[in-house]
C-alpha cells in the first residue's frame, strides 16, 4: 500500500536557526497536506499543496511540493520556540483511499 | 464555529472494563475519522466515516475494537474488552467534500487501561 515517509523523526535546533523536514511518498500524490501537533495537543492544519512543483509560504514557514508530486518539504526560517511541535506531512490520492499520514518530525527550538 | 468534540478528555480504567469514547464532528462535515497515536507506532486511522457509513474499517486492531455513527453528529469507538495495550491517545477528525480533504481534529482522549 501507499507509504509516506518523513525525516528526520527528530530535530534539535538553537533558536534563530532554520529548520527542514522532508516527505516522500512511494506512490504521486493528487494533493499533499502539513499538520503541526504541539506537545500535549492535537494535529492542525496548516496548508495544503496540489499542484506539480507547487510552492507557498506561510510567514516563516515555505512549503514545496516536488516536480514528480511524491515529494514535499517544510522549511522554517528562523525558528522560534513557537514553532516547537510535531510536523506532520499527509498525502491524498495515489493508491490509499484516504489521507496517509507520515511518521512526523518532532522539533524541538532550544532557547 | 465549535470544531470537532469529543469526550472524555481523559480515561482511566482497569483491563478488562468496555471503553466507550465519543465524537461530534463540525456541523456539515460528511466524512469522520478515528485515529489512534502511540509513541511506538505514531498516528494510526483506525476507521472512517462517509455520511454516517463505514467506508474502511481495515485499521481497527481487532474485533475488540468497534465504531459506530448512528447520526451525522455523532459517532462512538468502543473497546470491550480493554486491555493495557490499548493505551493511546484517541483522535477523532472530520472533513467536508472528499476523502483527501483536510481535516479538523478534536482534543483528542487519552487513555490508559491499567
Known amino acids: 500500500g501507499q507509504q509516506v515517509m518523513q525525516i528526520p523523526q527528530y530535530q534539535h535546533v538553537q533558536e534563530g536557526e532554520d529548520f527542514t523536514t522532508y516527505c516522500n511518498s512511494s506512490t504521486t500524490l493528487s494533493n499533499i497536506q502539513w499538520y503541526k501537533q504541539r506537545p500535549g495537543g492535537h494535529p492542525v492544519f496548516l496548508i495544503q499543496l496540489v499542484k506539480s512543483g507547487e510552492v507557498k509560504k506561510q510567514k516563516r514557514l515555505t512549503f514545496q511540493f516536488g516536480e514528480a508530486k511524491k515529494n514535499s518539504s517544510l522549511h522554517i526560517t528562523a525558528t522560534q520556540t513557537t514553532d516547537v511541535g510535531t510536523y506532520f506531512c499527509a498525502g491524498g490520492g495515489g493508491s490509499a483511499r484516504q489521507l496517509t499520514f507520515g511518521s512526523g518530525t518532532q522539533l524541538t527550538v532550544l532557547p | 464555529d465549535a470544531g470537532v468534540i469529543q469526550s472524555p478528555r481523559h480515561e482511566v480504567t482497569e483491563m478488562g472494563q468496555e471503553v466507550t469514547l465519543r465524537c461530534k464532528p463540525i456541523s456539515g462535515h460528511d466524512y469522520l475519522f478515528w485515529y489512534r497515536q502511540t509513541m511506538m507506532r505514531g498516528l494510526e486511522l483506525l476507521i472512517y466515516?462517509?455520511?454516517?457509513?463505514?467506508?474502511?474499517d481495515s485499521g481497527m486492531p481487532e474485533d475488540r475494537f468497534s465504531a459506530k455513527m448512528p447520526n451525522a453528529s455523532f459517532s462512538t469507538l468502543k473497546i470491550q474488552p480493554s486491555e493495557p495495550r490499548d493505551s493511546a491517545v484517541y483522535f477523532c477528525?472530520?472533513?467536508?467534500?472528499?476523502?483527501?480533504?483536510?481535516?479538523?481534529f478534536g482534543d483528542g482522549t487519552r487513555l490508559s487501561i491499567l
Open positions: 477528525a472530520s472533513s467536508f467534500g472528499t476523502r483527501n480533504q483536510p481535516q479538523h
Open positions: 466515516f462517509n455520511n454516517n457509513v463505514p467506508i474502511d
